[in-house]
Structures are given as structure tokens and as C-alpha cells.
């Protein structure tokens, strides 16, 4: 059903960065009204056809997905591919930012784009397109004295993440630049990709 | 020992294997040689007029280029090289008998104790070098001319940094600008017609440097994109102590790239090939240009630094134009 994802990984290392306490409890959900229309499963590319409020989502994504959740507005993860010539399968990570009291989807791809191989990363905000422009967020990638950052706005799940990824909304590099960027004193060919970011709320 | 002094006219060829700056070669013995001590197999260095002389034997009678191995030659002796070989058709070209399959082996072997200066001496490089290993070392001499850094055609015109900027600003009218800051706008009627791949240069100059910015639109795989990168005029290593940004943006997304420019001994194609800038696809350009989308009126704004990079600090570059 899935195409296979043994060969992405995701090593975390989060930065838990809260500046000050938040006055917003976060287990604390909003009500939900009748006329409120439910969401999609925001997981990449499958043919998940599960839909709810945000919450039920979030359980769903969690359990039957076994998505991870991390606390907080900065984040620095590592993609690790260790069998770079099984690109040919698309290969996906989606990561949840609980933040604000509010959750983000983090999503990283691997795909082709006329033939040529091409990373993109971003961001998705659970809940509706409306709130989702009243936050912005950064993804930043470097290494080998380079740097590339992108700063967008997150879209709305309300959009499919096809729609968002086809319309190149986020960090897209090269595979070849990805290479670059995993360089090493080693010689592999594999993917060590670092990507850090933080969300922040516009206002 | 006697120096002895060489002068012979330019010659150019296609290989520029040989080629007499209408300088003069001066075979001296001013390096002190070690190798009478050191090693076995070599009981001296050729240096001297008897340098000179090797040397000359060493040249292809037909190409004039300098010979390598396998050197071959006619029954008579007459000498010949590989590349020509092919060409005469089985007859030698000195005294047009029929040419076997003989190899000057002797001759390879002298050559191996034969010592040349770097043909770049007179723009500075001491460098002394075993023949088989000059041209090696001419391929890659910081002493040798840059070539122009104009995208696009090959221009040949070679010099130093001065002279290029002059070219490039008279006979390619490239913009000069002074300043480590630039906000450019590149505008485009119609976007669609990337098929041709469309350049711009402007040159920077700035902490008593020059840099090449180069804005182009071309087909990668995935379609057209638009690409900025720096290059520095000047070496590689030189090149390291400063740092460039660029920045494109627009309706609330912007998209940094920061790196090390490259220097311009590094073609304008290999580093286009090695991705090595700030790569947009043509659609998010368009996006960034606001409005209706349908022209390209892409703000690139940037700035150029000195900052010194450690040689720790992620200097590993893999061959990035494979």
C-alpha cells in the first residue's frame, strides 16, 4: 500500500526551546462546532482517507501513523538515507511541532521532478488557511561553508501535501546540492542531511 | 656551469604543449641538485646547454608539440610522436620511408632526467619541473593567466585580473559596480523563452577585489530554473576568505542562499553544473515577481563579506561537477 520508508530515517535532536512559559494550556481544545468541516489525514501521500478535527487527528497520526510529536518552535533533524539508490522510491518523513497550542506538520520529501532528484521540506499548519498566515517559519540547511534558507508561510492542511509539495512551497534543493551539503571526510554518497527551523507567529 | 639561454618565436598549436612566450629559457644549475646523493638510478640532472639540446629533441618534427611517451620512431631514427603517428600514413615524414611499429625508448628515458622551468616563469612561477611532470603542473600554476570569465561564448582572451576587467567592461560592456552590496532586478518580458540559456554578468568590486555575479536562466532537468551565483577573480585559496548572500523574495517567502564564491578558474559552466548558488524554479520566480505572475521581475538583493574560513571549518568540496 505504502511505499516503503525503511530506508529514510530521521535522527532527532530537538531543540526544546521555550522562551518564556506559556500562558495557553496546551491539552486545552477548542470547541468544535457543527459547521466546522473536518480535516483530511494530513500523512504524505498515502491514501489515508481518515478525517476529523484536529485532536482526532493528532491520535490518528500518532497512533496508527506512529508519527512523532515534539514540543516546541525550533527543531533540528537529521535526515539520514541510507540506500540512496532505492531513490526511486518516494520516500516521506512527517514530523509533528506542538507549539502556540497549536500543531505543525513538518513534512520531508524525497521525489522526482522531470527526472531530476530533488528534496523539499515544509511546513503545514493544522487548522485553517485563515490562522495558518498569522505564523511564519524558517527551514535552514548548510554545511561545506554553504547555507540555504527558506522562510514561508505554513500552508493549511486544507491543501493536500501533493498540492503543496507540486507547488514547490518550501525548501527544495537538488539532490546533487543535498549530496553536497551531507559531504563528509568520507566518501559515501549518502544522505546526511541536517535541517533546523523554527515557527514563529507573525502576529 | 655556464648558463645558456634559449629564445625561439611564438609557436601556437592546438595542444599548447610547447609554447615560447618569446621569453627565454635559461637552463642554469642554480638548484642545487641532491639527486647525485639520493638516488640510484639517476647519477645527474641534464642542466646546461646539454639541456638545451634534449630539449630540442624532444619536439615532434611535424606538430612541434613536446613528445611523450611512446615516442616512436623510423628505421632511420628519425623521431615521432604518438598524436602524429596516426597521421602520416605509414611514412615517415622526415625522410618518407615506410615507418614501422619502433619506439625511441632511449629518448623517453633521457627525458626523464631532463629539468625545465615552469613556461609561466616569466609571470612569476620559480618552479622548476622533471619533464614529465611540467605540463601537470602548467595545468594548474598560479602564476598561469586567467581566462575569461564572460558566460555564455567561449571567449578565449587570457590575462591577469586587471586586463580581464578591462576586456570584460570594453569588449562585453559587462556593468561595473563599486560596493560589497548590490539589489538587482531582473526583468523578463516573456519568461517562456528560457529555452536558450540567457545570462547576465555584472562585475563587483569591492575590499580591493573583483567579483563576477552571474544571473541566468537555463534548462536543468526539472525544468527552467534561474540561477545566481559569485565568482571571485582570482585563485581559489584567495577566494576562501570572503563570503557572499543572496536573497530573493516576495508575498511573505524568501529564500537565502549563503556560501564561498567560487574562483573564476572554475568555469562558468562547472560551477552552473554544480549547483553551487541560489537556484529557483521558473514558478516560484514567477511567484516571487508578484503581480500576475506572468512576467519576471525577480528582485535578487545580496552582499559580499570578508570572512576567513578555517580550514576545519567545511572545506571538503567533492567534485561537484560530476
Known amino acids: 500500500m505504502e511505499p516503503p520508508i525503511n530506508d529514510l530515517q530521521i535522527e532527532c535532536q530537538v531543540n526544546e526551546l521555550l522562551d518564556f512559559p506559556c ?24 491514501k489515508c482517507t481518515v478525517t476529523g478535527d484536529i485532536q482526532c487527528l493528532l491520535e490518528h497520526l500518532r497512533n496508527d501513523h506512529h508519527v512523532e510529536m515534539h514540543d516546541g518552535r525550533c ?4 535526515y539520514v538515507h541510507h540506500n540512496p539508490k532505492h531513490y526511486h522510491h518516494a520516500t516521506r518523513m512527517l514530523t509533528l511541532l506542538d507549539c502556540y497550542g497549536r500543531q505543525f506538520c513538518l513534512h520531508f520529501e524525497a521525489f522526482h521532478l522531470k527526472k531530476t532528484p530533488m528534496y523539499i521540506a515544509f511546513m503545514q499548519f493544522m487548522g485553517d488557511e485563515e490562522e495558518a498566515t498569522s505564523f511564519s517559519y524558517t527551514l535552514e540547511v548548510n554545511g561545506n561553508g554553504r547555507k540555504m534558507t527558506w522562510q514561508g508561510v505554513p500552508r493549511s492542511i486544507r491543501d493536500s501535501h501533493k498540492t503543496v509539495r507540486d507547488s514547490q512551497d518550501g525548501l527544495i534543493i537538488t539532490r546533487k546540492l543535498a549530496l553536497f551539503f551531507s559531504a563528509d571526510n568520507t566518501n559515501s554518497k549518502q544522505l546526511k542531511l541536517k535541517i533546523s527551523g523554527r515557527v514563529w507567529r507573525e502576529h | 656551469m655556464e648558463t645558456d639561454s634559449m629564445e625561439s618565436s611564438t609557436r601556437s598549436n592546438q595542444n599548447d604543449e610547447i609554447h615560447h612566450n618569446g621569453g627565454t629559457f635559461h637552463f642554469s644549475s642554480t638548484k642545487s641538485h ?32 613536446s613528445m611523450y611517451p611512446p615516442i ?25 620511408q615506410e615507418l614501422g611499429d619502433i619506439r625511441c625508448l632511449a629518448l623517453e628515458k633521457v627525458a626523464e632526467s631532463l629539468e625545465l622551468p615552469c613556461k609561466f616563469y616569466n609571470l612569476g612561477c620559480p618552479e622548476i619541473f622533471p619533464y614529465y611532470s611540467k605540463l601537470k603542473h602548467e595545468s594548474l600554476c598560479n602564476f598561469r593567466p586567467y581566462g575569461c570569465p564572460y558566460a555564455g561564448s567561449e571567449c578565449g582572451v587570457v590575462g591577469d585580473i586587471p586586463f580581464l576587467v578591462s576586456h570584460l567592461r570594453d569588449d562585453h560592456k559587462v556593468d561595473m559596480h563599486a560596493g560589497s552590496t548590490f539589489n538587482h ?10 529555452e536558450n540559456a540567457t545570462w547576465m554578468l555584472t562585475v563587483f568590486q569591492c575590499f580591493g577585489q573583483y567579483f563576477c555575479l552571474h544571473f541566468e536562466a537555463f534548462q536543468l532537468g526539472m525544468g527552467p530554473v534561474y540561477m545566481a ?20 523574495g516576495g508575498s511573505g517567502r524568501k529564500l537565502t542562499w549563503e556560501g564561498t564564491p567560487r574562483s573564476i578558474r572554475d568555469s562558468h559552466r562547472k560551477v552552473r553544473d554544480s549547483n553551487d548558488g ?24 545580496g552582499k559580499i563579506w570578508k570572512e576567513q574560513h578555517s580550514p576545519d ?3 571538503f568540496m567533492p567534485n561537484l561537477s560530476s
Open chain 2, 185 to 194: 532586478r531582473y526583468v523578463k518580458s516573456n519568461p517562456r523563452e528560457v
Open chain 1, 75 to 78: 527543531f533540528s533533524h537529521r
Open chain 2, 313 to 315: 571549518s567545511g572545506l
Open chain 2, 229 to 248: 551565483f559569485l565568482r571571485f577573480m582570482g585563485d581559489e585559496e584567495e577566494a576562501r576568505s570572503y563570503s557572499y548572500s543572496l536573497e530573493v
Open chain 2, 34 to 65: 641532491s639527486s647525485a646523493a639520493a638516488s640510484p638510478t639517476v647519477v645527474t640532472n641534464i642542466v646546461g646547454p646539454t639541456a638545451t639540446s634534449v630539449y630540442e629533441l624532444l619536439e615532434c618534427p611535424v606538430c612541434t608539440c
Open chain 2, 72 to 96: 616512436h620512431q623510423c628505421h632511420n631514427g628519425h623521431t615521432l610522436c604518438s598524436t602524429c603517428k596516426v597521421r602520416v600514413h605509414n611514412r615517415c615524414p622526415t625522410c618518407r
Open chain 1, 23 to 46: 500562558s495557553i494550556d496546551h491539552h486545552t481544545r477548542e470547541v468544535i462546532t457543527d459547521k466546522e468541516k473536518p480535516y483530511n489525514c494530513p500523512y504524505c501521500g498515502s
Open chain 2, 278 to 301: 541560489l537556484i529557483i524554479q521558473r514558478n516560484m520566480a514567477l511567484f516571487f515577481s508578484g503581480g500576475d505572475r506572468k512576467e519576471l521581475k525577480l528582485r535578487v538583493t
